[in-house]
């Protein structure tokens, strides 16, 4: 008689669980997608003939458009299961891949060649589109799954992981653009690499359908219309963090799309010497991240916010002092990468904290809307700059956009971040706690006494420091 395999009816706890780490390899496909394809938008763009005003509009569409599709995303979730969403939208975005690399062989052949730009435009917006209809429904979908209590350690690890892979990815390509740019087939390693974005953007769609998606009931008198939520924005905590955010990536976008064109253009710098400054980012970002993720849980978002934020407006100006790859791996993509680190996984675990369940979708649609017309605006007006600004002095166009960008970053977080508000109850961090967490957390037990007591002398015989400086930090 065969053996007959019974099916175990597993708990909802455990299909959490699986989830939860199913999530992590999914996120880990879908960054492969990233470091090949993404990420080198800005140099296929500058492959392709893209002046600075044209990389200001891509950057601009790029920003606001999807933002614009995540509202109709959060309301398809009101006729389809969130997994059925996702799964849909991430397949075609990964087909948008095949599309986006056909470019390369249509500038190859001057077929059209001055159309290319806007065409290229398109299509990778329509693609950012496709991911911004999936986008509402995974954060509500692991906004049910990842416990509350272990968010930031949650999403400590998984953006520790994805990065990773992203940073393995991004430097694989640099090498095959590396190696085909050599031989005068620069055009062929963009394909390549577009290629791969599709078949693993594929394979993570795959790892979708087995997600555990529990039932989610969406009631439409819930639904706060963006009329109400705009007028009323400056009344409520979450939506002053929202105006904060808004303003933020507007003052980024001013100079954000521009350090890879002053890199690869003003500086001439090869792939292999591009990647290496730029993947800086990634590693300091995942040393950062560990610490970053207790410290969310134990200290507050809010906090962490504060810290990320002053990390992001000081970067800018370190591109000033000097053009030496070494000084600007080491320097302005060391502040860059902690910065970005806590600032992305405070303000994601804000949205969650600050957001009900049943109207997080739609309220993560609106603040989505008004950071991408925030980032369009200072992109587009970032273009024109770039376009136009004469050189002042020692300084090229771009340096004064990094300074207008940075100028306008510090006075946004000193002048909107103070209006937002703690949602959970924190814990007061003294500094000497602030200092045993970070020495457990990258040396562990073994030398923890050791190195505290070192750095106890040391701290000694400087001036004291505030007993609850991260606390005080942002108030």
């Known amino acids: 008689m065969p053996h007959v395999k019974k099916e175990v009816k597993k708990s909802v ?40 005003f044209q990389i200001g509009l891509f950057k601009s569409l790029i920003s606001l458009v999807p933002s614009i599709f995540q509202y109709y995303g959060s309301k398809l979730m009101e006729k389809w299961r969130r997994k059925k969403i996702i799964v849909t939208f991430v397949t075609l975005q990964a087909l948008m891949w095949f599309v986006v690399m056909s470019f390369a062989y249509l500038f190859w052949k001057n077929i059209i060649p001055n159309f290319i730009p806007y065409f290229l435009m ?37 953006n520790r992981i994805c990065e990773t892979i992203l940073l393995l990815a991004f430097l694989l390509g640099a090498f095959i653009l590396d190696y085909f740019k050599t031989r005068g087939l620069v055009l062929v ?10 078949i693993f953007r594929f394979m993570s769609a795959r790892m979708f359908t087995k997600h555990y998606d529990p039932r989610l009931k969406i009631d439409g008198k819930d639904e706060v219309s963006i009329k109400e939520f705009l007028i009323n924005i400056s009344k409520f905590n979450f939506g002053r963090f929202s105006m904060f955010v808004t303003i933020f990536y507007f003052s980024i976008g001013i100079g954000g799309s521009f350090f890879s064109v002053y890199m690869l253009k003003d500086l001439n710098f090869s792939y292999i010497v591009y990647m290496l400054v730029s993947l800086s980012v990634s590693v ?18 809010k906090n962490l916010l504060t810290i990320g934020s002053i990390f992001i407006s000081i970067m800018p100006f370190l591109w000033l002092f000097s053009k030496n790859p070494i000084y600007l791996a080491l320097v302005p993509q060391l502040i860059s990468g902690v910065g970005w680190s806590a600032f992305n996984l405070s303000s994601t675990n804000f949205v969650y904290d600050s957001t009900p369940k049943h109207k997080r979708a739609f309220l993560l649609s609106y603040y989505n809307i008004l950071l991408g017309f925030g980032a369009f605006i200072g992109s587009f007006i970032g273009g024109i700059l770039a376009q136009y600004l004469p050189k002042f002095g020692f300084f090229s166009n771009l340096l004064i956009l990094f300074m207008v960008s940075g100028i306008l970053r510090a006075l946004t977080t000193i002048i909107f971040l103070p209006k937002v508000k703690e949602v959970r109850k924190v814990h007061p961090m003294h500094f000497n706690e602030l200092r045993l967490m970070t020495i457990k957390t990258y040396f562990g037990h ?6 505290s007591k070192k750095l106890k002398q040391v701290e000694d015989g400087l001036m004291k420091f505030p007993q609850n400086l991260l606390y005080k930090i942002s108030r």
């Not at 963009?190 to 599709?198: H, Q, R, T």
């Not at 300091?284 to 410290?295: E, I, R, T, V």
């Open 446 to 451: 073994t030398h923890k006494l050791l190195i």
């Open 122 to 158: 398109f299509s990778y917006t329509l693609l950012a589109v496709f991911g911004a209809f999936a986008g509402p429904a995974w954060f509500s979908l692991l906004g049910d799954i990842v416990p509350a209590k272990y968010r930031g350690r949650y999403f400590s690890k998984r």
């Open 284 to 301: 300091f970002s995942l040393l950062s991240l560990p610490l970053w993720g207790k410290l969310s849980d134990r200290i507050g978002n």
């Open 189 to 198: 390693g963009f394909a390549i690499l577009f290629a791969l974005a599709g």
């Open 13 to 52: 706890s455990q299909l959490k669980k699986e989830t939860m780490s199913l999530s992590i390899k999914e996120g880990s496909l879908a960054s492969v997608a990233g470091g090949t394809g993404d990420s080198y938008m800005i140099p296929y763009a500058l492959a392709l003939n893209f002046n600075n």
